[in-house]
Each structure stands twice: as C-alpha cells, then as structure tokens.
C-alpha cells in the first residue's frame, strides 16, 4: 500500500474520532450511543450506556477502521456467515462467479433498505466491509490482473429522485480500502426498469434485457468488479456482465453486499454459507 494512500487513510481515522465529539450516532441496530470512537474515554468516565464503535476491518497497515453507526457488539452478530459464491451462466455455456460478503436476511436487511430507501449513508462504509469479506474469493477469478469497479448504474430519474446510487457508495467505499479505481460512466441505463423486486423471477431477465449500455472505451481489455448491493434472482447482474463482455472485458466478477438465501435451504434451516451453487 502507498504512502499516499496511508496517510489518507490515518488521517480520515483522525477527522472520525473527532466527528464523534460533535456528533453522537445510535447504533443503527440495538440504538445504543456511540460516543468516543474507540472509547477511549470509557475507563477514565465510566460510561455505561454508550456502546463501543465496531471495528469493521483493518486492511490498511492494521489500521483499524471503526464503524460510525454500529457498535462492536451489534458487528460481531452481524458477520457471522461466511461469504457466498454462486455460478451463473452466460453465452458460450461459461459462467461468472457472484460473490457476496452474508445472506440477505434479518438485520443485515434492514441496515441495506435504510441505506437504500432511507438515506442512511453512514453505513456504506460498514455495508463495503461486508461485502469486501467476499473479496479474496472473488479476486481469483481475475487471473490477478488489476480489476477495476464498475457499479451497476440506476437510470437519471431514479437516481435524481433517491438522491445518490447505492451501488455508486458501495463501490467508492471498496475503492479506499483496496486502492482500485471506480470508473463511472463505463455502465449507464438505456432505459428505466420496473423494480425487479416487483416481479416474478421470470419477469426479472426481460425486465433488464438489453437495459444496459456499456462503454468499450472504458472496459476492453480490462478486469471488471461489478458491485451491487443485493443480489436475488442474479437477472440484473448477468446482463450488465454480457453487456461489459460485448464491450470487450476479459474477466467478470460481480461483487455484492448480501445475496438472498434460496428456499430450499430456509426450509432446511441452512444458514451455512460457503456453499457453492448454480444460480437458475
């Protein structure tokens, strides 16, 4: 890692312990204050109510990045599923991996619609950490060439109406930490869609067919990250990897915070997550 991007790295740790002076945050989940990042303050006052910021990861240096809206307690409940990998084919009967950091369920749900629906921007950098659990099994899949991000892109209306792109924040959170570029623009909507959340599974792959629009200039012969936040029947993901294909990409991973958990496997009661499938 860069000196550059160290000292920005520590220096942004700074700026956020002060933040926490000025600013309390509950914890978005057990609503607790946070008040000192790291609590340093804890021994020598005594709180008692207020919760320890989580440590979301340490990928720089061992610099530990701590969480804004989480606390400690709250982060180790939340992380306890390993990653989930899942195949999905595509034209010439191959297939590109969709990695994601946990299952789409309980509270990691909630924390994503309040990113995605409310607002709540504080917790992209945590929702990155999450979905970077994923990354060193993902990164194999890119013949170790230098990859670069592209989130899937929301049409300008959406975008105008909700204000930012959830892919968008996910993706430049990931950029801090693994200093690989986000390249806006490489992606963009023909069209608007009706929200694949709408719709049968079916629907879905001729909801989004043909719906993307890729740039060649920005993606022939590079490694491409597709980020997303939540990946379901995977329709919306496979034609943004065959439209960055037809643009001349070489390698495809798609990377996203939470996947949801099949049927079959809530009906067996299995949350074990490092299963390998074909996603259908």
Avoid at 92 to 113: C, M, T, W
Avoid at 134 to 148: A, D, E, H, T, V
Wanted: net charge positive; hydrophobic share 40%.
């Amino acid at each position: 890692m860069n000196k550059k991007i160290l000292v920005s790295r520590i220096s942004a740790q700074l700026k956020d312990f002060l933040f926490s002076f000025v600013s309390e945050e509950n914890c978005r989940i057990c609503q607790r204050v946070l008040l000192a990042r790291g609590q340093l303050l804890q021994p020598a006052m005594g709180f008692k109510v207020e919760a320890k910021p989580a440590i979301v990861h340490r990928w720089v240096n061992d610099i530990p990045e701590y969480s804004r809206v989480i606390c400690a307690n709250c982060w180790e409940s939340l992380c306890t599923s390993a990653p989930l990998i899942g195949f999905y084919p595509h034209e010439n009967d191959q297939s590109f991996a969709i990695v994601s950091g946990a299952p789409y369920k309980g509270e990691l749900r909630q924390l994503i619609h309040r990113l995605k629906y409310d607002g709540d921007r504080l917790l992209a950098p945590d929702l990155a950490a999450i979905m970077l659990n994923g990354w060193r099994m993902g990164s194999i899949f890119l013949n170790q060439k230098q990859p670069i991000l592209v989130p899937v892109p929301l049409h300008w209306r959406r975008s105008m109406e909700r204000g930012f792109n959830q892919a968008e924040l996910l993706a430049s959170e990931a950029s801090k930490v693994l200093d690989i570029p986000v390249i806006k623009g490489a992606l963009k909507r023909r069209r608007a869609t009706t929200p694949q959340q709408s719709l049968e599974k079916s629907e879905r792959f001729t909801n989004v067919s043909e719906a993307f629009h890729g740039d060649p200039g920005k993606l022939v012969g590079r490694a491409v990250v597709i980020v997303d936040d939540v990946c379901t029947s995977g329709a919306t993901l496979a034609e943004c990897v065959r439209e960055v294909i037809r643009c001349g990409a070489t390698q495809v991973v798609a990377l996203t915070v939470a996947r949801t958990v099949l049927r079959k496997d809530r009906a067996a009661g299995d949350d074990e997550s490092a299963t390998k499938e074909k996603l259908s």
